[in-house]
């Protein structure tokens, strides 16, 4: 889905919304800080179920009355902490760019990193991922920053500098398969290695030049549909199914803003 540069400025105004209602005090960034800790904890050792309010409370050593201040349920704990951690991920991306010599090159690994970042745990990556699918309206900040986040580090790779518009909606279509096939690893309907493939496939249809060996050897199996490069065109297959799955289940705050 194509943003317009109105969409664009909404979701970055957001974005900031969300860190300009963080804590100002030195002693509530901490106590913050140490809350997110606390439920990361908890997911990497049990998952999603693990995750509950007094728990949380008694590891970050708060009242369980101060924790809903701050937080007022699991799905705002688990969506805030993805959103720390994918800060976190676009200040590093931003300080050093991805090697490669091409966007493409880039883009692979940035999108390789992510993944695996997300399935080194897949306890926590669980979690925080059932949590962004389950989000509501009242999390709907949190979850645009999230988006946000995730299109502006891939398209940042793309770039070599800040995105404009058109980057911004090709990362948003690659990030939509990267989270289609997150979820099918999570639910153990994909290998990492399936996910890699179909992520570095549709990279290369999106980016991949008229030219490109690969791209012209996918486009003509896709075309033939007589069993030539029948390894890519099932790749192919699996990638359009990939972005068909992303857009048939939008981003949590797509759907529950509408």
């Not at 969409?7 to 997110?36: C, H, K, M, N, Y």
């Not at 398969?177 to 999570?186: E, G, P």
């Not at 992520?199 to 991949?208: E, M, P, S, V, W």
Request: no cysteine.
């Amino acid at each position: 889905m194509t943003k317009s540069s109105t969409e664009t400025g909404s979701v970055a105004a957001s974005a900031a919304a969300t860190r300009a209602d963080e804590p100002s005090t030195s002693s509530q960034r901490e106590r913050r800080r140490r809350i997110l800790d606390a439920t990361l904890a908890l997911a990497a050792k049990g998952g999603y179920e693990a995750v509950q309010m007094r728990a949380v409370a008694e590891k970050a050593e708060v009242a369980v009355g101060t924790l809903y201040r701050y937080f007022p349920s699991k799905v705002h704990l688990l969506v805030s902490a993805l959103a720390r951690e994918f800060r976190r991920l676009d200040q590093r991306t931003e300080r050093s760019a991805p090697p490669g010599d091409t966007a493409q090159e880039r883009m692979k690994v940035v999108v390789d990193m992510i993944t695996k970042s997300m399935q080194r745990d897949p306890n926590l990556t669980e979690a925080m991922t059932r949590a962004f699918m389950f989000a509501d309206a009242t999390v709907a900040n949190e979850v645009e920053e999230v988006g946000f986040l995730m299109d502006r580090i891939i398209a940042r790779a793309l770039a070599q500098g800040e995105p404009d518009e058109l980057q911004l909606s090709i990362a948003r279509v690659i990030s939509d398969v990267w989270m289609s096939n997150l979820v099918s690893w999570l639910t153990r309907r994909s290998s990492a290695a399936d996910v890699a493939t179909r992520l570095a496939l549709t990279i290369d249809l999106l980016l991949g030049t008229d030219d490109s060996p690969r791209r012209a050897r996918l486009h003509t199996a896709i075309g033939n549909g007589n069993g030539t490069e029948t390894g890519e065109a099932g790749e192919a297959d699996d990638a359009a199914a990939g972005a068909a799955g992303a857009a048939g289940a939008p981003r949590a705050a797509d759907s529950s803003t509408g």
